[in-house]
């Protein structure tokens, strides 16, 4: 349900949500794993209408999201 078309996928409606969680939180968040997770945690509980404390655990994120970035440069930005 909340896999956006599988490894690696993203739509603009997840990219602007990690987007501005980023900026609202300080948090990185990548787009393959705990982007997703904590996306579909929201939406449920949204849809459930759920009140009171809830723990996301926060596996990491950060390396995949810099591997991402960092792949997407050209590699003509390396050379000397």
Known sequence: KYLFGGYGQ???KLKKFLEELIVNTGVLFDSTYTG???YGMVQE???HN???SVLFWHTGGQFNRLGNE???LELNEFKR
């Open 10 to 12: 993203k739509d603009d």
């Open 36 to 38: 997703k997770a904590f």
């Open 45 to 47: 509980l949204k849809k």
């Open 50 to 52: 759920t009140k009171g």
């Open 70 to 72: 960092v792949a997407s």
